[in-house]
């Protein structure tokens, strides 16, 4: 990893000699504070009691409809208008996007930079493919076989070698690397809570063989953020631990859109200055910083909503486990139910939302052929009461169909 760390460098400082050094402006439009907004330390619970039932949801906390949230996207509107009207290198940040880096950093287990995307789509594709552009013929990219979508795109669109390991299986990982250590760029990628399976992966066991192997190590935290650990901070608040580099969604949790990355100051300032994702992407919408900040800020004065979530999380998972449906390993807001068939996985979702029940079949190619699922995404908001129901029923047609 030094030798990436130096070739990094040395990218950087070319750039610099070459006049062609990127650096973010900053832009102040007006003085902007997010503690002004109006704020009542109240939870403003979604309805869940009339209508459809939404178990298919990454609003986990709840938050997208909760009032001060709302009012600080509102805010930021009057103050910046709508739109960030093109790349931050062009247009620079404002102060409430260098406000949202900060807290991210914070909230995420003291990183010293952050870098914002918009999508985590791009931001795990262009984290990528920019690493393994660096030395493409030294670099070896290792993931978990399970891992998201924009991950393997990632992975399949670097140009480098590389290779999956099995699910959460730390002796193939580290034989995986035995067999690659003469690469002198090696990147360690996982999930740090996984997205159809709901379990959690044993990253400090992870990280330790990355280190062993002086490889990068990169988690996409993009349902761990606001979820898991006991101040909601993903997967450094549940481990303990500091993966190299941490990227998440601001879309799921933190009731906003886009995402973000935080690591080491050198590695936000090679992804600004050669990462072609952000460098031509236009930055995320001000109002869509406000929202998210906003958000970090109600999980950091309001500890209780992340154990709500996890209790209701545990309550479906048992009560869906004691039905006798197989919800795998399941440990997490995200609860799958195997189904297997994918015309009947279907065929239950369609029933389910006869009864105003809505979920989602997941089938082939978002999970393995056979594989076919019923997956529920927990909140923190609904009534427990309504839960139950919806559980009762949803293992009724699990078994009828």
């Not at 052929?369 to 309504?386: C, V």
Request: charged share 25%.
């Amino acid at each position: 990893m030094s030798l990436l760390f130096e070739l990094i460098s040395s990218r950087i400082e070319k750039n610099k000699k070459l006049g062609l050094y990127r650096k973010i402006p900053e832009i102040s439009f007006d003085k902007y504070d997010i503690k002004t907004f109006p704020h009542k330390n109240v939870y403003n619970k979604v309805n869940y009691s009339t209508g459809t039932v939404n178990l298919a949801t990454n609003d986990y906390l709840g938050l997208s409809k909760n009032e001060k949230i709302k009012n600080a996207a509102k805010k930021a509107v009057e103050i910046y208008g709508t739109s960030s009207s093109s790349s931050f290198l062009i247009c620079g940040h404002s102060d409430i996007h260098r406000k949202l880096e900060k807290e991210l950093c914070l909230f995420k287990g003291g990183y010293e930079d952050c870098i914002l995307y918009p999508s985590g789509y791009q931001a795990n594709t262009g984290i990528i493919k920019s690493l393994s552009s660096i030395s493409p013929l030294n670099t070896f990219i290792v993931f978990d076989e399970l891992s998201h979508a924009s991950i393997i795109d990632g992975v399949m669109s670097s140009g480098v070698k590389f290779k999956s390991f099995k699910h959460n299986d730390l002796e193939h990982l580290e034989s995986i690397l035995g067999r690659h250590k003469d690469y002198k760029i090696k990147l360690v990628v996982t999930e740090g809570v996984f997205s159809m399976d709901g379990d959690i992966p044993d990253i400090p066991g992870i990280l330790s063989i990355a280190r062993q192997y002086d490889a990068l190590s990169i988690v996409d935290d993009a349902h761990a953020t606001g979820t898991i650990g006991e101040k909601g901070g993903g997967s450094s608040d549940f481990h303990k631990v500091k993966p190299d580099i941490i990227i998440g969604t601001l879309g799921k949790a933190l009731a906003s859109n886009g995402a973000f990355a935080v690591s080491s100051r050198l590695i936000i300032e090679y992804l600004i200055n050669f990462g072609r994702a952000f460098i031509f992407s236009t930055g995320i919408p001000p109002s869509s910083a406000a929202a998210a900040l906003s958000a970090i800020e109600f999980i950091m004065e309001n500890r209780w909503i992340i154990k709500t979530l996890q209790n209701n999380s545990e309550f479906a998972r048992k009560y869906l486990k004691e039905s006798g449906l197989n919800t795998l390993d399941s440990s997490t807001h995200i609860i799958p139910i195997l189904i297997g068939d994918e015309d009947k996985s279907v065929l239950i979702e369609k029933e389910l939302l006869k009864t105003d029940i809505y979920l989602k079949a997941v089938r082939y190619p978002a999970v393995p052929k056979k594989s076919a699922r019923l997956r529920l995404g927990i909140n923190a908001a609904i009534d427990g009461s309504i839960l139950k129901n919806a559980l009762k029923e949803i293992a009724v047609q699990v078994k009828l169909t």
